[in-house]
């Protein structure tokens, strides 16, 4: 009885088609956000900023000493933001494994990554940490060469927040690493009109000029390469 109950129910939607549904879902989706998730938008604690600004410049260093020596202040501010518990965070159970796992994708180091970014989803309190946490592991994933199991995290990620960018721009690189290029068009085609990518604080910006898969995109998909002539990226 179990299997034929099994066989005769409804598949779920293809991937691709999931993509088109939560394309569609972003209008409705916008000013519906739950006001938990508006607080915790707004919500970076000094130790978290800190932490942030060390990363951001470790990943424009080439030179091997500076990078060690960023990378020593990184490990040091991360003792430092464990002691604090958070820096007085209100979620510091989901914060404190969210930036080790940011620590441990800055240092190149994505299976622990992926091991921190797990355990701060059981600990997420609302859907936007809930989309961050999704996003990240689909990152690490994709870091790792899983590019197929990268897809599914990403597509939850954005199920989670139709409205959290950086996650639509992880799900367009894990669809265009797995080999399917045209749901990562149809995103490039549609989602980065949500943010202007003519601004310096663009998401899109900063991920198109960023990451070598949007570098590959642009090679071989004109909605890429349409991006690229608004950034004015060489």
């Known amino acids: 009885m179990r299997d034929r109950v099994r066989q005769s129910a409804p598949a779920p939607p293809a991937a691709d088609d999931r993509v088109r549904e939560l394309i569609d879902a972003i209008d409705e989706q916008r000013g519906k956000r739950e006001p938990g998730v508006v607080v915790a938008l707004r919500e970076r604690v000094a130790d978290q ?14 030179e091997p000493v500076l990078k060690r020596r960023i990378g020593e202040q990184i490990r040091e501010k991360q003792r430092q933001f464990h002691a604090s518990n958070g820096g007085g965070h209100s979620t510091p159970a989901w914060i404190i494994p969210t930036m080790d796992a940011c620590v441990a994708i800055t240092l190149g180091d994505a299976h622990a990554a992926l091991n921190r970014d797990r ?16 996003a ?60 202007d990518v003519n601004k310096p604080s663009s998401v899109w910006r900063s991920y198109l000029t960023s990451y070598n898969e949007f570098g590959e995109m642009r090679h071989a998909l004109p909605e890429a390469q349409h991006l690229f002539s608004i950034v004015g990226a060489a």
């Open 119 to 134: 355990a701060a989803l059981a600990q997420a309190r609302n859907n936007w940490q809930r989309a961050i946490s999704l």
């Open 136 to 195: 990240n592991i689909s990152d690490s994933l994709r870091e790792m060469g899983r590019y197929a199991e990268a897809v599914r995290p990403a597509l939850q990620a954005i199920a989670a927040d139709p409205l959290y960018l950086s996650g639509w721009c992880y799900l367009t690189m894990a669809l265009w690493k797995s080999g399917r290029g045209e749901a990562a068009a149809e995103i490039l085609r549609t989602v980065p009109a949500m943010d």
């Open 49 to 62: 900023v800190e932490l942030n600004m060390l990363m951001n410049q470790m990943k424009e260093v080439e």
